[in-house]
Nanobody, 117 residues
Framework: QMQLVENGGGSVQTGGSLKLSCAVT????????LGWYRQAPGKEREFVAA??????????VYADSVRDRFTISRAHAENILYLQMTILKPADTAIYYC????????WGRGTQVTVSS
């Protein structure tokens, strides 16, 4: 059974950085893209970034709002997904979720990121 556990959230000031991790337990395939989403208070969950599954090739994509500030990556042997976030803004405040297989796939429980001005 697939399990995803996020870590690395916290509180930072504007301009700060955080690195989120997501440990994935279970078998994935190359049709299972790995991704990060976020949900801010009072808003719907939105896409942040995604890349191909472990040991798979393909495109990496970012939401316009985070491109050039966030970097998604993965450690193949350890089955860990990362999200390096830099130049954080208050608008980045949200619960961040990792996902395997897109919106209809598997989800972690989320980790809170709070950016203060």
């Amino acid at each position: 059974q697939m399990q995803l556990v996020e870590n690395g959230g916290g509180s930072v000031q504007t301009g700060g950085s955080l690195k989120l991790s997501c440990a994935v337990t279970g078998r994935t395939t190359c049709t299972d893209r790995l991704g990060w989403y976020r949900q801010a208070p009072g808003k719907e969950r939105e896409f942040v970034a995604a890349l191909p599954g472990f040991w798979c090739s393909g495109a990496t994509v970012y939401a316009d709002s985070v491109r050039d500030r966030f970097t998604i990556s993965r450690a193949h042997a350890e089955n860990i997904l990362y999200l390096q976030m830099t130049i954080l803004k208050p608008a980045d405040t949200a619960i961040y979720y990792c996902s395997v297989g897109g919106p209809s796939g598997y989800w972690g429980r989320g980790t809170q990121v709070t950016v203060s001005s």
